[in-house]
């Protein structure tokens, strides 16, 4: 690792939406398309607007109107009935006006008419009488009985009389108007005889409740929307169930731990993928143990013959002459430099075995602190702030492994900046340790993989820039080795800090792990 200063670059949030919430929004979302095609064909098909507006419900309620009006009007005089109008029209969110013929407003509000409520109204169709007598009924005053002798009603002339002759209604002028044809007030007279008719005018459908009422169709909404909620949450939750898992093993995969497995039972496309994710990771754990054991073995055979080199280097120093010291001094160095790479590797090989899982024990983290410092940073400016009686559950030398390199990237490239800080906080059952510098920092792009075997920031592998890039490498290895997880970040005032999180002990004394 060669950090180096460059600026810093945010990333975004990504705005996260559950599928259970898109699926869902989908679903009503064509459930409303289709509703609504299949609403507006039916109603430029076949004309519904009368039939919407005036269900069987809504009839009744405007017909029980009706029957109000002609009773009010029959019990009391004619003077009072702009008044009786307007304390029912007032009751039901409705203006009302009761009309003759020629659209003449025989009491209530004036209303402005439109088109097609003119020609609901009867009109004075005036045809030649055969012979003397008295008038024709369709040209009386419906609220006046007619004079003269009464003819013999027919037997229903009682029923027929009292009975509400037409109910009509419709949208026009931008308001919805209701027609009722009541019976001639007051009744005596034949039952043919006309009689007046009840107009209403209500400004918004949702305004009255006398003709389609849409709350309880939003009620009806809603209901279906629960239910569908409901009826769909099992097979959306499990889809989404499998996925998070698949999600998580991923991660974990990606992160280095091959030993998850996700469920495969699924006889469709998930259980399919969830077996190749499997495979995938049972293929990846043994190319990546093997990898790890063939550069330990490889490691292991190299030291012999660097112990041997630097035995004959030794035994040449003291036979060759002085002019050629300084010769032999370079290649002792580079076979120092071999050897630092060989144990590198080693310790990388090592640390990567699951065999060290049986030697975690409880950690006192002071002691393993100290030691890393006196061992890697003597003389440096170290600021050391842990919890008092700090116990992790890991495997010593590999912490103390992991701490030592830590500190020495810390040194080397960010100790002439300010001092280190170590410090270790407690976050639920697990204890951080962090290791801060003050130094510049690593570029954002390169933070995902500063625990890449091999890794640099810098590509230069000179002596002065620093080793090959397996510090960090073997730091990862060692915590992962503890059951532990790192992280690496920038700081906002500059700097990196690098983030062990291991498994707090939960019994100091009894060295339980929690």
């Known amino acids: 690792m060669n950090p180096s200063p460059t600026p810093r670059t945010s990333r975004k949030r990504r705005w996260f939406i559950p599928m259970y919430a898109k699926v869902l929004l989908l679903f009503f979302l ?16 076949y004309d519904l607007d ?13 017909m029980r109107l009706g029957e109000s009006v002609r009773k009010e009007m029959q019990n009391k005089p004619r ?87 037409g109910v009509e209604a419709l949208e026009a002028g931008g308001a919805y108007w209701i027609v009722l044809r009541l019976p001639p007030i007051p009744p005596q007279g034949p039952p043919e005889r006309p009689g007046p008719v009840l107009v209403g005018r209500i400004g918004a459908l949702g305004e009255s409740a006398l003709l389609f009422n849409p709350k309880p169709w939003y009620f009806a909404g809603l209901g279906a929307l629960l239910v569908s909620s409901l009826l769909w949450f099992p097979l959306v939750r499990n889809l989404t169930n499998t996925l998070g898992q698949m999600k998580h093993a991923t991660a974990q995969i990606a992160g280095g731990n091959f030993n998850i497995l996700v469920n495969e039972q699924r006889h469709d496309e998930l259980g399919d993928l969830g077996a190749s994710i499997n495979a995938m ?52 160095e580079e076979v120092r430099e071999m050897s630092e790479l060989v144990s590198e590797l080693l310790s990388f090989a090592k640390a990567g075995f699951d065999g060290v899982n049986s ?3 409880v950690v006192s983290l002071g002691s393993v602190v100290q030691s890393a410092i006196a061992r890697e940073a ?36 960010a100790g002439s900046f300010g001092a280190i800080e170590i410090s270790a906080q407690c976050s639920g059952d697990m204890v ?83």
């Not at 064509?30 to 098909?45: C, D, H, M, Q, Y």
């Not at 304390?87 to 203006?95: K, S």
């Not at 043994?286 to 030291?303: M, N, P, S, T, Y």
């Not at 003389?379 to 500190?407: I, W, Y």
């Open 30 to 45: 064509n459930i409303l398309v289709v509703a609504g095609g299949l609403f507006w064909l039916l109603r430029s098909t």
């Open 50 to 62: 009368r039939h919407l507006l005036l269900d069987r419900a809504a009839r009744e309620r405007v």
């Open 79 to 165: 003077e009072s009935w702009g008044a009786t109008l307007q304390q029912l029209g007032a009751d039901h969110q409705v203006t009302l006006a009761l009309y003759g013929r020629e659209n003449l407003v025989l009491a209530g509000a004036t209303l402005d008419l439109p088109a097609q409520i003119r020609e609901i109204l009867p009109r004075n169709d005036r045809r030649p009488r055969p012979g003397p007598g008295p008038p024709r009924f369709d040209e009386e005053d419906p609220l006046e009985a007619p004079p003269g002798p009464r003819p013999n009603p027919p037997a229903n002339a009682a029923e027929a009389a009292g009975s509400i002759r």
């Open 281 to 332: 990771s049972e293929r990846l754990s043994g190319f990546v143990h093997g990898q790890k054991r063939f550069l330990g073995d490889i490691a292991h055979e190299l030291c012999s013959p660097l112990a041997r080199m630097e035995m004959a280097l030794g035994i040449l120093e003291q036979k060759v002459p002085d002019d050629l010291q300084s010769r032999l001094g370079d290649v002792r």
């Open 359 to 361: 030697l975690r024990e």
């Open 378 to 413: 003597p003389g440096a400016d170290v600021r050391v702030d842990l919890l008092e009686l700090t116990e992790v559950v890991a495997v010593p030398s590999l912490l103390g492994r992991a701490l030592g390199n830590l500190l020495r990237n810390a040194v080397r490239y």
């Open 432 to 514: 951080e340790i962090s290791v801060a510098d003050q130094g510049p920092g690593v570029p954002e792009e390169d933070l995902p993989k500063l625990f890449d075997p091999f890794f640099r920031s810098d590509p230069s592998r000179t002596r002065e820039t620093g080793g090959v890039g397996l510090g960090l490498a073997i730091v990862k290895a060692c915590v992962d080795a503890c059951g532990g997880s790192v992280t690496a970040a920038n700081q906002p005032e500059g700097g990196l800090v690098v983030t062990i999180s291991l498994q707090a002990a939960s019994d100091p004394k009894s060295g339980d792990a929690a």
